[in-house]
Structure formats: C-alpha cells, structure tokens
C-alpha cells in the first residue's frame, strides 16, 4: 500500500489518536488520506480540527479505503463489523487492533472472503516506538503483508506472532505501558515529595526510563547483564535489589501480567 490509499480508523479512543499521530508524524499518511469515524462527535470534530484528517460517517469511511482499521472496544466489535459487513469486499483489507479477539471471530460475522490482519499495538505509536505483533487471517497472504509492512513499520517494531501467543503479548506490549508508568508515577512522587520540582521530576523520570530502554535496544548484553554492570558489590544499587527481592517483586510482575493475559482471554469469549 502506497502514501495514495486511503486508510479509514473506526474508533478514536485513546489507541485510535496515537495511531493517526504516529502515521502523521511519520509522514508514512498525508491527512488527506485519512479517514475518521467514532460515535463522540465532538472527539471527532476536536481531530479533524488539529490534524486536518477527514471525518465521514461510517459507511462512507468503507466504501471511501482501501484499509479499514478497526479500533473499538471489543464488546462493539460485532456490531460494527455486521455494519460494515455489506460493505466490504475482497479488495479491501481489515486491520483488528482489538485486545483478545480473533480473526477467525471476526471473519465468521464478516461472512466473506475478507483479508483480516490482527495486531496488538501499543500507544508509543504515537512517537514511532510502538511494538506492534500481528496475526494472519485465513485469507491474508504474504503478498498483502508486504504492502502493509511499511505502514507498521514506520510507527514501531512490527513483526509476526502465532496468534496463540497474541494474548500474552496483549498483557506485556499493549498494557506494559501502564505499568511501567506506574513505576514512573511511584518514583516522580517520590523526588516531588522530597523537594524537587515538577520540571526537574519530570524530566528525570523521563530520562530514566528513555535511557534504560536505549540501552537494551543498541547494547547486545541481555537485561540481566546490563543490570549487573550497575550493581557494584556493597553498592546502593544492590541494596535497593535486596529490597525488590525480598518483597518478591518477580512474583508480583509474574502475576500482573498473568492476570492481565487471562482478561484477553475471556474478552475472546464474551464475543
């Protein structure tokens, strides 16, 4: 797919708006080739003001793109695919960001040959860092993922998945962020606590974790080695360590993300 087809979003929640960020910012999309629809109004009217994008209803949004991304939640997921449904054809490819439900769900309401693609995203789209693994429907081909691929691959890590695995990823990658901000939101109360300014807490937090993250991606040690370069014996860093152990902090983490995984689950089967 070319910067000349239109992409066409359904749903402009918060996953929805830094996805149409990350393509503008990008310059993988001109404004002009993107289309909007959402059932807030006035959230649409506020986006087609600042980005310029078009805002259609619905049905003209599928007849108009070439690409219709679906990105509601997913208790709306069937009604608006028995909307678009009449629609669609096999020209047209339908991209699911949605946590926890399959293509194969989404082909049975469809009820055509429709190239279905399902991805798991994250909102650091928004600044061309997304991880973004996706899962193959039963009539998407490789032909269709190479005219894909450049979108995806401009907003963020874009790489293939058996879509058995797409629910663990949905409890690292797609709701990671919350808790990494979590962490980030402990630590900036801390140093604001303590004295230290807003702009200076912010700024810190910032770079901690922007820091840490380039660390990973441009070193080829693995984390457990990059975290031991910091622990020097009898050190702070280790004694902090302690503490994380003892309170059992892997156990935890372990948890988090079990349980956020089993929620994809059920979200697949309340469908």
């Known amino acids: 797919m070319n910067k000349d087809t239109n992409l066409g979003i359904i749903g402009c929640g918060n996953m929805g708006t830094s996805f149409i960020e990350g393509l503008l910012s990008s310059k993988t999309?001109?404004?002009?080739?993107?289309?909007?629809?959402?059932?807030?109004?006035?959230?649409?009217?506020?986006?087609?003001?600042?980005?310029?994008?078009?805002?259609?209803?619905?049905?003209k949004l599928v007849n108009t793109c070439n690409i219709i991304?679906?990105?509601?939640?997913?208790?709306?997921?069937?009604?608006?695919?028995?909307?678009?449904?009449?629609?669609?054809?096999n020209k047209k490819i339908v991209i699911s960001f949605i946590a926890g439900i399959?293509?194969?769900?989404?082909?049975?309401?469809l009820e055509k040959k429709i190239p279905v693609l399902r991805i798991m995203p994250n909102l650091a789209v928004s600044i061309s860092k997304g991880i973004i693994g996706y899962s193959k429907g039963k009539y998407f081909n490789d032909s269709l993922i190479e005219k894909i691929e450049p979108i995806f691959k401009n907003i963020g890590f874009f790489f293939p998945i058996e879509e058995e695995k797409m629910y663990l990823l949905t409890a690292i990658s797609g709701s990671g962020p919350g808790y990494l901000f979590y962490f980030a939101e402990i630590i900036y109360k801390i140093l604001l606590d303590n004295g230290f300014t807003k702009e200076s807490s912010k700024k810190i937090v910032g770079n901690l974790f922007e820091g840490s993250?380039?660390?990973?991606?441009?070193?080829?040690?693995?984390?457990?080695?990059?975290k031991e370069k910091v622990s020097s014996p009898g050190g702070t860093t280790i004694a902090g360590l302690e503490v994380l152990k003892r309170y059992k902090i892997e156990e935890i983490l372990k948890e988090?993300?079990?349980?956020?995984?089993?929620?994809?689950?059920?979200?697949?089967?309340?469908l």
């Open 29 to 59: 999309y001109k404004p002009e080739r993107i289309y909007i629809s959402d059932i807030d109004t006035e959230k649409i009217k506020n986006l087609q003001e600042t980005y310029k994008i078009n805002s259609v209803g619905i049905d």
């Open 69 to 89: 991304c679906l990105i509601v939640k997913p208790k709306d997921i069937k009604l608006v695919c028995l909307k678009i449904k009449q629609s669609l054809d």
């Open 102 to 109: 399959k293509t194969n769900q989404i082909e049975q309401i």
């Open 213 to 226: 993250g380039k660390m990973i991606n441009r070193n080829s040690d693995e984390p457990k080695i990059l």
């Open 256 to 270: 988090t993300i079990k349980t956020s995984e089993k929620k994809a689950i059920e979200l697949s089967k309340n």
